[in-house]
């Protein structure tokens, strides 16, 4: 059986050539990539990935590991992610890590000695780069994995959205709020979309991450109120998740603070609609559409991009719009 | 291999009553119960179900049908599934019906046809009747099915403290209020509760039950604000679930009205303790546990009951609390 070398030696380019055009990545000249894509022909060459999938005995299982359900975010992503596997004739295992890394890995392993035919993963671990090694297509949900597809929705024009909104509003000290994420995760781009549009403005952000904490942790709340306090230049605040968002303002303790500027949420979960929170949304329904479209790809052995960023929508509200319509 | 009429005949009594004995229901003497189990062991007999899990490889695999995922109740109590399951060593296949009874019958077939060792449902099927029919254990969660056995929250209880509340706010005139919900649903024993609590305090309750919405539908709301137009007299409502009370208490064409008069909702989801609304809680991280327990024990081979119901809490918030303080 031919391997990527042959390939490579018959068309006359690299290994790491042959290797970026079968996985779509970076640019290569398209007269290369018709002498490649002949030589394989020649060759009858079949990728690994196509190979094995084509040996694998198919169970029509998708593993679906997520670090929790009942928050809604996750909660509306398992429902699209459920409602695409019925339409398309698979069916969907169900796993929580509860953040924990080790119980993240456990969970590939069983997924893996349960033969589903694939993986959609929230992963939280550290150094996620062990999922590349996996003899199983995995697809990366909300985070860049490197040499995993990822469906990720557009984190850092969302920071954007999220600045001009408070900019528009006339805010002159908006703040970013919440908990601190480690710097693999997406969410850190939001915070660079919105630094970047404040400095473009000339606007002055201020930050309050705060540390060792989740989002259902009263400290979150007491450090803001602690912040605020300490810096009553404040004039507008973006919170990095809805949840968030709405319990800051359902707060009593600094309610005069807090309905006295505008506010606006990242996600577009239910609550910010029944609140009237200006948010940032995440198109969740999509997003499981497409994670499971490209999950079923690569079981199929076609080929698939390696990111795909999906647009964020700015949903504006009483939480931001009667600052600007004052 | 003895049948359970081998088992009837050598301990002289029907068929029906050795049934009984084995599903743990009915009234039988001890007697009687002692003759029958003598009998069994005699004959070394083996119940039909024990038989099969027995004969049955196991694949460690539950099913869950839900009627959707992306509801504060159904995901928490997924959530508490997926966590017992892992902890019991049992995978999780998640399913949504979407409140469609043909689409839950082709989850079941699915299910079984994939060999789970047994099913979760929380049916929407009219005719659940169809179940006990299956080779298969299948436990029920929030709703009755003869010779299912069920996990409910006390939905009865429920009821009278909801009305209690409402009382004790002094109520003279209390709204149930909700969207309808078929007879066989377990959510009727809340309004039979409510009703006859009422009926026992000398109190007139009024119903509101909006036909063929879902409960993120306008109508209901629309509804209820005509109803309480033509019947100013409503000084109180309990809401059929606390996502609806939600909606109601941020509803700002009626704020003046709803915001002076008590609210109690159902379900102990956490929108109601972030908007300071009193509930009925229902233990349902406990109904997950009791249901996959329940469930590894049937397929086990085990007996176990019929009806499992669990207590309800009342949670009391503003909502309620500034009208008894008044």
Known sequence: MPTIKDVAERSGVSVATVSRIMNNRGAISEKTRIKVHKAMKDLNYQ?????????????????????????????????????????RGYKLMLCKSGNHQERELEMVS????????????????????IYTKYDLPIVSIDRDIEKVPSVTSDNYHGGI??????????????????GEVPEYMEM?????????ECA?????????????????????????????????????????????????????????????IPVVGFDG????ELLGISTVAQPIQEMGECAVDLLIRKVEGKMVPERSILPVKLIERKSTLRFRHE
């Open 188 to 196: 850190d781009l939001r915070f660079k979309g919105f630094r970047d």
């Open 47 to 87: 990728p690994n990935e196509m190979a094995r999938s084509l040996q694998r005995s198919k169970s029509h299982i998708i593993g679906l590991i997520m670090p929790l359900i009942d928050y809604a975010f996750f909660s509306k992503l398992a429902d699209s992610i459920e409602e695409t596997c019925h339409e």
């Open 269 to 272: 979960i239910e609550i910010s």
């Open 161 to 178: 959205l999220a600045a001009q909104v408070l900019i528009n509003a006339r805010c002159k000290a908006p703040l970013i709020f919440g």
């Open 110 to 129: 069983m997924l893996h000695a349960n033969k589903v035919d694939g993986i959609l993963i929230c992963s939280r671990v550290g150094d996620a780069s």
């Open 200 to 260: 473009k403005k000339n606007v002055k952000s201020l930050e309050l991450f705060v540390k060792d904490c989740d989002s259902y942790q009263e400290k979150l709340f007491t450090e803001f109120i602690s912040f605020v306090g300490k810096n009553p230049q404040v004039d507008g605040v973006f919170v990095t998740g809805d949840m968030i968002a709405a319990k800051l303002l359902c707060l009593e303790k600094i309610e005069k603070f807090i309905k006295n």
